[in-house]
């Protein structure tokens, strides 16, 4: 049985068995859907990205109120349009490891207390405009405004001071904190122009997808941002999360091939 569903895996990889053909046999061999998905994703890792194409995501955790604002983001589907539209100064790596991303660098004083981020230069928004610094800054402004609703208010409310001086962005501390560039990598803190106080729900970042449509509670589509800086991200064409909040219909979208992944798969519907 292991060779033949090896076969399968191999051909759906390829292109030759659509999803739907591939879950439906391996079904019929006594596989679950959430083992047979897995089997899936560990060959299409082996291969690396395919480049072109649409990538279709049936996601739970989305609603008619949300909002495109960062700093209003609180579940799964504002967070994958924060992934499609928006860069953070760092992340932190599946290893637990910090990754630069709009920062190209960051450094901290001795005692921990102060921070500075070298900004990385050449990125564009989406709206054409260059980033900078100052974007940065105004970012980290409006998420510490003492009226702020974000979500990372808590990570702010330790920072004392904040400067941009040339392509430098500095955070000093009231009290020194080893940990602070971890609490950087907060997926709210996605860089907007001008710190998105005009227009924080327009979508306007400068991650790998320039948003399409947006259709709260329904569905969200993005096209590829052809001035992205980042080649290593953002290899489909478009993306749409399509919201999907029942359990049974989302594993039945993905058995049925109307999309290529969904989150939180309910135990009962994988066994």
């Not at 005692?111 to 990385?120: E, G, K, L, S, V």
């Amino acid at each position: 049985m292991s060779r033949q569903i090896d076969y399968f895996v191999k051909r759906t990889t390829a292109g030759l068995m659509s999803r739907r053909e591939f879950f439906g046999r391996t079904t019929a061999l006594g596989l679950s859907t959430a083992m047979a998905g897995s089997l899936l994703a560990s060959s299409a890792r082996a291969m690396g990205p395919n480049k072109g194409g649409t990538i279709k995501a049936g996601i739970q955790g989305g609603e008619s109120t949300n909002s495109l604002d960062p700093a209003l983001s609180a579940s799964s589907v504002p967070s994958h349009n924060l992934t499609a539209f928006g860069d953070l100064l760092v992340e932190v790596s599946p290893e637990g490891e910090i990754v630069n991303r709009l920062a190209e660098s960051v450094e901290s004083s001795a005692d921990a207390r102060t921070w500075h981020f070298r900004i990385r230069k050449g990125v564009e928004f989406h709206n054409g405009k260059t980033m900078t610094p100052d974007d940065v800054l105004k970012t980290m402004e409006r998420h510490s405004a003492d009226d702020s609703q974000s979500g990372a208010l808590g990570v702010m409310r330790g920072i004392e001071s904040m400067k941009a001086d040339g392509d430098v962005f500095s955070v000093t501390l009231s009290t020194p904190n080893a940990d602070l560039v971890y609490l950087m990598a907060d997926y709210h803190l996605v860089i907007q122009p001008g710190g998105g106080f005009d227009d924080p729900g327009d979508g306007i970042g400068c991650g790998p997808y320039v948003l399409e449509f947006n259709e709260p509670g329904v569905r969200h589509g993005y096209s590829k941002f052809a001035n992205y800086w980042d080649d290593g991200r953002g290899h489909a064409d478009q993306i749409e999360i399509v919201v999907l909040n029942d359990n049974t219909a989302r594993a039945a979208a993905l058995q049925s091939g109307q999309v290529h992944y969904i989150n939180r798969v309910d135990p009962k519907v994988a066994e």
